[in-house]
């Protein structure tokens, strides 16, 4: 089932764990992403294998799910009082999400690579500075598409992007999937 063979993670800006664990401790505040800053939100659809046939239109159905519980998400945030963007507030429901993951015996100092914290991370700062959005899913990703260092982690995987820009030609890559490739990269501790 694609639901459960998924994984997302912020890719860009660098730090974030480090800034959402100094905001969560009061030593930084919100909004903790500066304006200008490229963000990409990545999402890979078969995190232990590869996307079958079968999972294809699967997993595209979820991305599609996904992209539009963002876009409510960040409406919901958009149109609300300026409170629920307030330092204070978010941080308090980032610590109640630790709590919870607490109460539910996760693992402590995940809270800052926490799903729901990175999507709503991802909601909050489109919603204060009205940024434009856009998600592109890719995939399944062919062997010839990929460097040999990052072939194993994402080879006939799906992966979809988000980034807080218009289009793909407002982010100033190459290609979208350019800091998701460095990022496996840099999990694998593969050298370029």
């Not at 994984?7 to 200008?36: C, T």
């Not at 890979?44 to 699967?58: A, D, F, P, T």
Request: with cysteine; net charge negative.
């Amino acid at each position: 089932m694609i639901v459960t063979d998924s994984y997302m993670a912020m890719v860009l800006p660098d730090g974030m764990a480090e800034r959402i664990s100094e905001f969560i401790a009061g030593k930084r505040n919100f909004p903790f992403i500066s304006r200008d800053e490229l963000v990409c939100m990545m999402y890979l659809y078969g995190k232990s294998g590869r996307v079958n046939e079968n999972e294809i239109e699967e997993a595209g159905k979820l991305a599609e799910r996904t992209a539009a519980q963002m876009g409510q998400d960040i409406d919901i945030y958009a149109n609300s009082s300026a409170g629920k963007l307030d330092s204070e507030y978010i941080r308090s429901k980032y610590i109640n999400r630790e709590l919870q993951l607490a109460v539910e015996k996760k693992a402590r100092g995940r809270i800052a690579s926490d799903p729901a914290i990175i999507s709503d991370c991802f909601a909050q700062h489109i919603a204060y500075y009205k940024q434009d959005y856009f998600f592109e899913l890719y995939g399944p990703l062919k062997d010839s598409e990929l460097t040999s260092d990052i072939r194993p982690a994402l080879a006939g995987r799906m992966v979809m992007v988000c980034y807080n820009r218009k289009g793909a030609q407002d982010t100033g890559l190459s290609h979208p999937l350019i800091p998701v490739y460095v990022w496996f990269r840099d999990q694998t501790g593969a050298k370029p």
